[in-house]
């Protein structure tokens, strides 16, 4: 690969299971495994790269979909494994022991490097025990992952405008969670602000931080039962276009998949 920039792949993006990959000449890094260890070998191998080169893999919350697989992982490939105080907790139960070497800190609104590459983490609200997500920069380019969450602050925004590339959430459509088979309960907190975005809302915040700089924008963790690939392409496309920022022109838009990688992208 090319020393300028970085590559990354969304490996896996949706209400079963999420993976994300991101790669410098120096760094293989994992985002989240709420994955078999098997299927996760299976995505890297579709991308062309194997999970006995990843060296370091953040979390960003305690949920099943996106920790199934970090225990498994860490202790067959001696993962580096980061996470927050209290996802470290919270998530103990789900991944099992992990040797303590391996169990490494980063809090909300760190900014650390790993060799050639900066992660900044950031805070999002979201029923878990303390959910962060990571922006990603290097060489002047910056991918953004942002997913889980039930709103996007103002101030938020403005600190993650003008990426490179997003994955933004784009989890339900309003009318199919609505009439659909979940109980009001769930529905509720789908629905609140520590809940998940909606197609609407997810093209939304995001149309407000795409800037010159933005080539790429993932639609991510689409839930299986209450949205369908079309209806979120079209919502966030219609938003987009009446915001007059034209997908497809200055940049691309994409539906992420729960078992299917998007292929390498270099920023």
């Given amino acids: 690969m090319e020393n300028k920039g970085f590559n990354i792949s969304v490996l896996a993006s949706g209400s079963s299971g999420n993976a994300t990959f991101i790669e410098t000449p120096k760094r293989k890094i994992l985002v989240d495994c709420g994955l078999t260890g098997k299927k996760t070998a299976q995505l890297m191998t579709s991308i062309g790269r194997n999970l006995h080169d990843v060296d370091t893999l953040l979390v960003t919350h305690e949920h099943r979909d996106h920790t199934k697989g970090v ?56 029923d878990a025990a303390n959910p962060q997500f990571y922006a990603f920069q290097k060489d002047g380019k910056q991918f953004v992952i942002l997913t889980d969450t039930g709103y996007v602050s103002d101030k938020l925004r403005h600190l993650l405008k003008n990426a490179s590339a997003y994955l933004i959430e784009s989890n339900h459509d309003l009318e199919l969670l609505r009439m659909g088979p979940y109980p009001w309960s769930l529905k509720q907190r789908i629905l609140s602000d520590e809940g998940h975005l909606s197609n609407n809302d997810g093209a939304l915040a995001v149309s407000e931080m795409i800037g010159d700089h933005t080539k790429q924008i993932y639609l991510g963790h689409l839930s299986h039962e209450n949205n369908m690939k079309q209806i979120a392409y079209e919502t966030a496309f219609q938003i987009m276009e009446e915001a007059d920022i034209g997908p497809g022109q200055a940049f691309n838009l994409f539906v992420s998949d729960p078992d299917i990688a998007q292929p390498l992208l270099h920023l």
């Fill in 71 to 126: 225990g498994i992982l860490a202790r067959k490939y001696h993962l580096d494994v980061y996470a927050n105080e209290a996802t470290w907790q919270a998530m103990m139960p789900i991944v099992g022991n992990i040797p303590t070497a391996q169990q490494h800190i980063i809090e909300p609104g760190e900014l650390k490097t790993f060799s050639d590459i900066d992660v900044m983490s950031f805070n999002v609200s979201h």
